[in-house]
């Protein structure tokens, strides 16, 4: 979804819970895993297709703007920055600040504040009454980290009647996620001429007036980082949500995540150091197999482990890929293509270096049908699975079969095979695996289509 609103984020104020040190950077410019707050909160809007930002600055504001030329380039955006200096009035004045700028409807929101980036399109979708501004809402309030500090809100039919974190009774929490219209200027200088500069102030004007909605956050997730624990907490959130659900095998869900994800948070931390990028992992990963599968060739069974153990480091390096690439928002058709391909590749490898290998000891024809009836089912399975998504225009249903047929289960089982000694009875077993799982979805789409009469 390519969005043409433009986004101010807050980040203005002191952050003293977090940052209040003089020797620490500034709140916006916090890392998390490899990345500032303030940065994560441009790159969860790019994403959803934003290109143009207002950043309200205020306290140590010298520190952001000296990275805006930087970012604009790095990230090919339009970044405005907006000093307000009555930012200890209250995050409404640093709203207000922006009014000069903006005369149609716009994102706002915190820059301390992490969030899936499809909750904004989400958001402009059901946001669409151009009478009323709009709020993500998290209704899950008992899932609400550190709820107690939350800022509550008071729902009813989809309207936003009362909003404070004092209220009594509340029954959902603000996300500090808002699509806005020029109005809420006027409503925020109403709420600053009784006394209040709070963002909140505005809202409960508007909310007097019956032109603030409420938008339910659904299963997504955000995160308010005010504290040193709910960095913390931020860390795991996005690391947790990083992992595409239920795409994994059942070796890469129980085993290689565990590992690989904690790479990833390893190589995210020092990726602006290394420039290392997720194809340049996907490269390395390629590299490790591919040595494994050249250690195969050879019979003794010093050679053997080592090549099982360097395959099954392969797949697990093979994760990070795809991790780094969504934590650091580097995600690229490119990039999806080169790890398919690489994949490919060094599978082909290792049932090669296998079947030569075996053929060393046992000089035999069929010693290479076993393995090009193996390899032939590893290339089938994948070839299979995009032929059905591009035909069909869905994935494959996921059951216990097609979790069999994955990569990592495979070259897990090749890893076992080589620590007893057996790698090529181990390859014909998963390739005969892999030419089952192929054989179960075609039957059950042809019957799928028998039964739909076609």
């Known amino acids: ?22 020797k620490k950077p500034p709140k916006p410019l916090t ?23 207002f950043i309200v600055l205020g306290y140590r ?75 993500l809402v998290d209704r899950r309030i008992a899932r609400v ?21 004092g209220l009594e009774q509340y029954n959902g929490i603000d996300t500090g996620i808002f699509l806005c219209r020029p109005f809420l200027f006027d409503a925020l200088r109403e709420a600053q001429a009784g006394v209040d500069g709070s963002l909140s102030g505005g809202i409960r004007c508007l909310a007097e007036q019956g032109r603030i909605r409420a938008v339910d956050l659904g299963e997504d997730f955000w ?26 095998g059942f070796i890469a869900e129980w085993f290689n995540r565990c590992l690989s994800i904690r790479l990833s948070a390893w190589l995210v931390t020092h990726i602006r150091a290394t420039r290392l990028t997720p194809n340049a992992i996907s490269l390395a990963s390629f590299l490790i197999v591919l040595l494994g599968a050249f250690l195969f060739i050879f019979t003794s069974y010093a050679a053997t482990l080592a090549a099982g153990i360097l395959v099954q480091i392969g797949s697990i390096v093979d994760g990070c890929d795809g991790e780094v690439a969504r934590l650091t928002f580097k995600k690229s058709r490119f990039g999806a293509w080169l790890d398919t391909l690489l994949d490919r590749f060094s599978d082909s490898a290792v049932a090669t270096g296998i079947t030569y290998g075996f053929w060393r000891l046992y000089p035999t024809p069929w010693v290479w049908v076993g393995g090009i009836f193996a390899l ?15 035909r069909y225009e869905e994935s494959v249903p996921r059951d216990v079969w097609v979790k069999l047929a994955k990569r990592d289960l495979r070259l897990f089982a090749l890893f076992l095979g080589a620590a007893f000694g057996y790698p090529y009875f181990a390859l014909l077993a998963v ?24």
Not at 4 to 9: T, Y
Request: with cysteine; charged share 25%; glycine share 8%.
């Open 61 to 135: 504001k010298e520190a952001v703007e000296s990275l805006i030329a930087e970012w604009e380039t790095k990230y090919r955006i339009s970044i405005t920055p907006v000093e307000n200096q009555s930012w200890l009035k209250g995050n409404g004045s640093s709203v207000l600040a922006c009014s000069p700028y903006l005369s149609s409807s716009f994102l706002l929101i915190m820059c301390d504040h992490l969030f899936a980036p499809q909750v904004i399109p989400h958001l402009i979708t059901e946001g669409n009454d151009k009478g009323a501004c709009s709020l």
């Open 31 to 53: 890392p998390v895993l490899g990345l500032t707050l303030l940065e994560r909160a441009i790159l969860s809007c790019k994403e959803a297709g934003i290109e143009e930002f």
């Open 145 to 165: 980290f550190d709820r107690e500090d939350a800022t509550r809100v008071q729902v009813n039919d989809g309207r936003i009647t009362a909003i404070g974190k």
């Open 431 to 454: 390739g005969l695996l892999s030419h089952l799982g192929i054989g179960r979805l075609f039957w059950k789409v042809y019957r799928g289509e028998e039964c739909a009469g076609r």
């Open 376 to 390: 032939a089912g590893f290339l089938l399975s994948s070839y299979t699975k995009k032929e059905y998504a591009l």
């Open 223 to 248: 995160l308010d980082v005010d504290t040193p624990q709910a960095l913390k907490h931020g860390r795991k959130l996005l690391l947790r949500h990083t992992v595409k659900a239920n795409e994994d």
């Open 1 to 22: 979804m390519n969005v043409k609103l433009p986004a101010v984020i807050l980040a203005a104020g002191r952050g003293e819970r977090l940052s209040g040190d003089e």
